[in-house]
C-alpha cells in the first residue's frame, strides 16, 4: 500500500495545512517517522533553509513532525509578482518568472522536479502527508494538475477531503468535488473531514448522516476552529488582535510578504496589532512596521498613492518607532534603483527616514544567518540569528548588525530600525528587549508557543476515533 497520505480540500483556505501539521505531529508522536510534502504551493510567506527557500507551511509541518524542513518537502514554490506573472522557486532556488500563458510549458517541468523529490522522501520515512492546492476539482486544469489528483494517480494515494463548515456549503462542494471525480479518484477518497465547526453537533449529525449515506464513506472528524493556532499561509488570513497599550501598525501592502515575521508580537498582551491601509491609523501607531515585499518598488509607489509615506514620516515626527524589514527596510532608505528590472525597472525616492541607497542588482540571497550587534546599544542582545531572502545591495548608514561573514547588515536611525533579517521577532530576547525600550514587557515564548499549538491540533486527532482508525488502517498496520 501506498506510503503516501494525501490531505485535499474541497475549496482553497479549507484547512488542509493545519491537518497535515495536526496529522503529522500525532504520527510523530507514535514514534513514525513522517514527512510533510506540498509538490507545489503559491504563498509570498516564504523561509530559508539550508538548501534554499520554500514556503512557511511546510516549515511549520516539519516541525510538527519534527523533523529538519527541506526544500524537497515544498519542491516547486510560486511567488506572485501580480500580472499573471509569478517567480518560479525550483528545490530552493530561483529559476526564473512564469507567465500564465507558458504555464503548460513549465507544468510539466515542475511534475517531474515534485514527483522525484516525493519519490525521494519515501526512501527515507514511513509516510509522507502530502497536501493539496485549492480545490482538486477544477476541470480546466485538471488534465495538468499534478498536485491533487495527478499526484493521487501516480502514487494511488489514499486521500482524505476537507470542506470549511465556516464558509458554508459543504454538502454541495463535497458532493461535486468527488461528481468531477473519476470513478478511481472517487476510490481513492477514503472519507471527510468537517473543520472550523462552532455550533450544536446534534443539528449537524443528520447532514453527516445524509453524506455518508450518499457517498458511502464516513466522516472522519468535525474539528472546532483550530486554525488560530498556526501563522497564515496567505495574506488573505492574516489577522490582528490584541488589545494591549503599544499600538503596532503593519501597513498591508499588496504584495506584503513574509508576514510570519510579525506572528509573534500578536502573541503579546500588551500589543495592539493591526494590518493597515489606513493613513489615520499609521500615524497614531507607537510602532510602524514596513513588512517584506516581493515588489518593493511598485509597494512604494502604491503607499505613496494612499498618502502611507507621509503618514509613516509623521508617526515618526511624533515619536514613534519605525521598524523596516527586508523590503521594508529598502524602502526606508533614500533611493531604490532597479536598472536591469528585477523589481519591475525604474527608480523610486524612498522614505528618507535612514541614509541607505538601495540598487535592485546581484545575487539573490537566500539562507539561514546569525549576526552580532554592530551598536553600542545596552538593551539590544548581542547575537541574533535569522534567515534572509532578498534581491538587491543596500549602502550607506550605520550597519545595525555584522553577519557571520563579516557583512555588515541593516542600518538605523533614531528611532528608526532597518535590517533584511527575518525572524527577528520570533526570537524572545530580542523582542521582549525592544518591547521593553518601547514601554511594554514582552512575556510570551513563541516556539514554546508553536509547539504547544501543535500538540493541541495532536491531542484534536487522537480525539476522533475514526480518523485515527482510518490512519492505523492505511498506515500504521502497513508500516
Not at 2 to 10: A, D, E, F, N
Not at 91 to 111: I, Q
Request: with cysteine; net charge neutral.
Amino acid at each position: 500500500m501506498s506510503k503516501v497520505l494525501l490531505v485535499l480540500g474541497t475549496t482553497s483556505g479549507a484547512g488542509k495545512s493545519t491537518l497535515v501539521a495536526a496529522i503529522c505531529r500525532y504520527l510523530a508522536r507514535r514514534g513514525m517517522r513522517v514527512a510533510p510534502f506540498k509538490a507545489q504551493n503559491m504563498s509570498l510567506n516564504a523561509c530559508a533553509v539550508e538548501e534554499g527557500e520554500m514556503a512557511w507551511a511546510q516549515v511549520v509541518q516539519a516541525w510538527a513532525a519534527g523533523v529538519e524542513p527541506r526544500v524537497q518537502m515544498n519542491p516547486v514554490l510560486l511567488k506572485p509578482l501580480g500580472n499573471a506573472r509569478s517567480e518560479l522557486i525550483l528545490l530552493g532556488r530561483s529559476a526564473g518568472v512564469v507567465e500564465s500563458a507558458t504555464f503548460d510549458a513549465y507544468r510539466s517541468r515542475a511534475c517531474l522536479v515534485a514527483y522525484e523529490a516525493l519519490r525521494g522522501l519515501l526512501k527515507e520515512y514511513d509516510l509522507v502527508v502530502a497536501e493539496g492546492a485549492g480545490s482538486p476539482a477544477e476541470v480546466n486544469l485538471k488534465e495538468m494538475d499534478f498536485v491533487n489528483t495527478g499526484l493521487m494517480r501516480e502514487f494511488q494515494a489514499p486521500a482524505i477531503l476537507v470542506a470549511d463548515i465556516d464558509r458554508g456549503g459543504i454538502f454541495a462542494s463535497i458532493l461535486g468535488t468527488l461528481e468531477l471525480f473519476t470513478p478511481q479518484e472517487r476510490e481513492l477518497v477514503v472519507g471527510f473531514v468537517i473543520n472550523r465547526f462552532r455550533g450544536n453537533l446534534d443539528i449537524l449529525k443528520p447532514g453527516l448522516d445524509f453524506l455518508e449515506e450518499r457517498t458511502g464513506k464516513p466522516v472522519l472528524a468535525v474539528f472546532p476552529y483550530l486554525d488560530k493556532a498556526l501563522p497564515p499561509e496567505d495574506s488573505l488570513d492574516i489577522r490582528g488582535g490584541g488589545d494591549g497599550k503599544l499600538k503596532v501598525a503593519v501597513v498591508r501592502y499588496p504584495r506584503i510578504s513574509n508576514f510570519s515575521d510579525l506572528i509573534p508580537l500578536a502573541l503579546e498582551s500588551q500589543v495592539t496589532l493591526a494590518y493597515t491601509r489606513d493613513p489615520l491609523e499609521v500615524a497614531a501607531a507607537h510602532l510602524v512596521i514596513l513588512p517584506g515585499s516581493r515588489a518593493t518598488l511598485s509597494d512604494l509607489r502604491w503607499m505613496k498613492g494612499r498618502g502611507l509615506d507621509l503618514a509613516v514620516k509623521l508617526a515618526h515626527k511624533r515619536g514613534a518607532w519605525v521598524l523596516g524589514l527586508c523590503g521594508g527596510y529598502q524602502m526606508l532608505g533614500g533611493e531604490l534603483e532597479d536598472p536591469v528590472g528585477t523589481d519591475g525597472g525604474g527608480r523610486e525616492e524612498g522614505l528618507g527616514l535612514l541614509p541607505v541607497k538601495t540598487i535592485m542588482a546581484g545575487e539573490k540571497r537566500v539562507g539561514p544567518v546569525k549576526a552580532r550587534k554592530a551598536v553600542d546599544w545596552s538593551w539590544m542582545p548581542c547575537r541574533v540569528a535569522g534567515y534572509e531572502i532578498h534581491t538587491g545591495e543596500t549602502k550607506g548608514g550605520s550597519p545595525l548588525f555584522v553577519l557571520g561573514d563579516s557583512r555588515g547588515d541593516g542600518a538605523w536611525g533614531e528611532r528608526v530600525l532597518g535590517t533584511y533579517i527575518h525572524d527577528l521577532l520570533a526570537q524572545d530576547d530580542f523582542r521582549r528587549a525592544f518591547l521593553r525600550l518601547l514601554g511594554v514587557r514582552g512575556t510570551s515564548n513563541y516556539y514554546a508557543h508553536l509547539e504547544e499549538s501543535l500538540d493541541a491540533l495532536a491531542d484534536a486527532v487522537d480525539g476522533h476515533p475514526c480518523l485515527v482508525r482510518c490512519m492505523e488502517d492505511l498506515v500504521l498496520r502497513d508500516s
